[in-house]
């Protein structure tokens, strides 16, 4: 199992957040591709840790449908499943549109603000193509609404899907100009300087929603006749 060069960390003991974190954005990057062999031994040797808290997280991994895990046999990661992506499309959707629900009347000037840089980098990230920073900046345009709703449970729910989505995007590049869209992002800003929160809400809903049906066309396109 090929496995990344370096260790995320220079700690010698991780926290089993920490490993399956790790693991998880190894997955999600692509550089544990779908369908690798996962070994407790090696994957603990590359994070300096026993092999309990990597089982611990290859568990976790597997309730978010990114490890299948084959009892008495073997763990691999998981192939990519376009009916799986747009269930998650789905779900991530509706949280992020309640988190706005909750946090529009919140938000400050401070706040736009902060959601207007964020998109100003996600758009440079576009375009150069920089993926990283493209999902980075999209991550922060949408955590000003998540910590202003006041319902830490949202975030916790949106783990097990986000992960799905954000490995969609670095195996298909293409899709992250769709699924983070500066031009979705500045209609909420303005919706919300507008004071139209019910729109802002629904703006919210199109920008992860929109793309569902049309990326798993997209997946299923190579095995058409």
Do not use: C
């Not at 992960?163 to 919706?191: M, N, Q, W």
Request: hydrophobic share 40%; net charge negative; glycine share 4%.
């Amino acid at each position: 199992m090929p496995i990344p060069a370096h260790s995320p960390s220079p700690q010698r003991t991780l926290l089993r957040d920490d490993v399956y974190r790790s693991i998880r954005d190894a997955i999600v990057r692509g550089q544990l591709a779908p369908g690798e062999q996962l070994r407790d031994q090696e994957l603990g040797a590359w994070l300096q840790v026993s092999r309990t808290p990597v089982r611990e997280a290859l568990q976790r991994l597997a309730q978010a449908g990114l490890v299948v895990a084959q009892p008495g046999r073997m763990t691999r990661v998981a192939p990519e499943n376009p009916e799986a992506i747009v269930h998650a499309r789905q779900i991530a959707a509706e949280l992020h549109a309640l988190a706005m629900n909750l946090a529009v009347a919140d938000l400050t000037g401070a706040d736009l603000d902060a959601m207007e840089r964020a998109n100003e980098r996600l758009r440079a990230a576009l375009d150069t193509a920089d993926i990283d920073a493209a999902i980075t900046a999209d991550d922060e345009f949408h955590e000003v609404a998540l910590s202003r709703s006041g319902n830490p449970l949202i975030a916790d729910h949106l783990e097990l899907v986000t992960a799905t989505l954000r490995r969609t995007e670095y195996l298909h590049f293409d899709s992250v100009a769709g699924s983070a869209s500066p031009e979705k992002h500045t209609e909420i800003i303005a919706a919300v300087r507008a004071g139209d929160h019910g729109l802002a809400v629904d703006l919210t809903r199109q920008n992860w929603a929109s793309l569902s049906g049309r990326q798993s066309r997209r997946s299923e396109s190579p095995a058409s006749p």
